[in-house]
């Protein structure tokens, strides 16, 4: 039985398009594999294991994540230097930022104070293919004024069942979202980019699968012209049956930032 003695938070910044996810699977790459993979060889023949802060999908990216290590035979002496070896030894891809020790009482998944999502989008035009891994492009115009409007109903309390990927009745779907808002983004640049790019700017506690992905949805479909505003008010109410069929794609999101 594994019986962790020493307790540290990471946090790291990954690209997510090459990667299905966090949770290690077999035969494919993932963070959670990757991570371990490299401790093991940072480490050598010490035992540890890793618990990530929440869950993540395929293609999702990065600017600050959290996973909690576990050691159970001999403190890290030196954290720079660890650090320093650990990301001499990560892919390009995937950067630790930081690694502070904590003690036994701290939970990685309930000690969060809140998460803060981006999602990162065009509309109206085929973008440069290197904006692939962490802008999605819309090709319809879209009424980006009304999807701002769409966006600010879904902060405060409410019933988000209907922004759960496949709920079920057992299910807690009533959640707080202290900001929800749509904005012309001025943080994520690169030359490469279009000339108008747009941030869905979430902040919360907790999400359900998929959450912002849905949300995402329902607020291009209103861009579209498929729904209206009424739609969303209706999905979020405490006994809504609508459900959301469009999940924008997994590679606009990005955690942008978990507070502890």
Same mark, same amino acid.
């Given at each position: 039985?594994?019986? +962790? ?5 990471? +946090? ?79 892919? $390009? ?7 502070? =020790? ?10 969060? +104070? ?40 879904? $902060?405060?309390?409410?019933?988000? +069942? ?6 079920? =009745? ?13 904005? =012309? ?10 000339? $108008? ?61 978990? =507070?502890?």
């Amino acid at each position: 039985m594994f019986q +962790k003695r020493f307790y540290y938070l990471v +946090k790291f910044q990954f690209l997510g398009y090459r990667f299905h996810g966090w949770q290690k699977q077999p035969e494919i790459k993932t963070l959670h594999l990757m991570i371990d993979k490299t401790l093991r060889y940072v480490l050598q023949n010490q035992s540890f294991k890793t618990l990530a802060a929440s869950r993540t999908d395929a293609k999702v990216s990065a600017q600050e994540a959290a996973f909690e290590l576990f050691l159970k035979d001999n403190p890290i002496e030196d954290l720079p230097l660890f650090l320093k070896e650990f990301n001499t030894n990560l892919p $390009q891809d995937i950067r630790a930022l930081s690694i502070d =020790e904590v003690t036994s009482d701290f939970n990685i998944i309930q000690d969060s +104070k809140f998460k803060e999502y981006h999602y990162l989008f065009a509309e109206g035009e085929k973008c440069h293919p290197f904006c692939a891994p962490i802008m999605a492009t819309i090709l319809d115009s879209l009424d980006i004024p009304l999807m701002a409007q769409g966006a600010h109903l879904f $902060q405060g309390l409410h019933n988000f +069942k209907s922004y759960c990927y496949k709920a079920t =009745e057992k299910g807690l779907y009533q959640r707080e979202l202290q900001t929800c808002e749509l904005v =012309e983004n001025s943080l994520y640049l690169a030359n490469f980019f279009p000339k $108008q790019s747009y941030l869905l700017r979430v902040v919360g506690k907790g999400f359900g699968r998929h959450q912002i992905r849905l949300m995402m949805g329902a607020l291009i479909k209103l861009g579209r012209g498929d729904v209206d505003l009424k739609f969303i008010q209706d999905s979020l109410k405490p006994n809504s049956s609508l459900s959301i069929d469009y999940i924008a794609p997994a590679s606009g999101l990005i955690l942008h930032k978990i =507070e502890f």
